[in-house]
């Protein structure tokens, strides 16, 4: 019985593989203790070529310092057997060398109460984000005139980063970030960032 049960779950598991590779996403399950329990086919192919993402003494950690920060400090709150919120974390993970990020949406795994004690399993899916990038920022650049890095820097701006955050990611200095959103302002006829990041999320949705 133990066999065939044993059987089924492990056919579960291949087709909710496939499922998650056809729709672009990687699956990866953590411990209470942060720790890698499960890599799916399509994760561990993503976490072997190191690209934004990896597993360093046993711990999923991604390239760039504030991303890395951001995806450390979501486990925690995931695995906190103390932490209330049951609601998934969604954040951005981006790539050296690389335009296009990944999108994380991390979600506790719930346990019985009585072993709740030693926090909770996260289940993370893993999105890249590379189909649809290259049309939204070709579209935004087209409509608006946009320059490569200005387009960069709305796209970090949708993700809700300070300026700190882009300058970061981007490799420049707050300052330049800040003469980036001046020029878009103006061409995106905007007065504010809010507005600014509204108009960019309409163009990315209406593909």
């Known amino acids: 019985m133990t066999q065939q049960t044993n059987q089924d779950n492990s056919w579960r598991v291949k087709m909710l593989e496939q499922g998650l590779a056809h729709l672009g996403q990687a699956l990866v399950i953590v411990s209470s203790r942060a720790e890698v329990l499960f890599a799916s ?11 934004g993402l990896a ?7 991604a390239e760039l310092v504030p ?3 951001r995806l450390q400090n979501a486990i925690k709150m995931a695995t906190d057997a103390q932490h209330t919120q049951d609601n998934s974390i969604s954040i951005y993970v981006h790539r050296n060398q690389h ?3 990944y999108y994380l949406s991390i979600s506790r795994m719930q346990k019985q109460e009585d072993e709740r004690r030693d926090g909770h399993s996260v289940l993370i899916l893993i999105k890249d984000l590379s ?4 049309f939204w920022t070709e579209r935004l650049s087209a409509e608006f005139g946009l320059s490569r890095r200005e387009v960069e820097c709305v796209v970090l701006l949708t993700e809700r980063r ?6 970061e990611v981007m490799g420049i200095s707050t300052e330049t970030v800040r003469q980036y959103i001046k020029n878009v302002f103006k061409k995106m006829d905007v007065q504010k960032q809010h507005e600014l990041v509204s108009l960019a999320l309409e163009y990315r949705r209406n593909r």
């Open 99 to 101: 335009p296009r990020p």
């Open 41 to 51: 086919n399509a994760a561990e192919t993503l976490l072997k070529n190191q690209y």
């Open 162 to 167: 300070s300026t700190k955050e882009v300058s």
């Open 131 to 134: 189909l649809n990038y290259e």
């Open 55 to 61: 597993v360093i003494n046993q711990q999923l950690t």
């Open 67 to 69: 991303d890395n920060a």
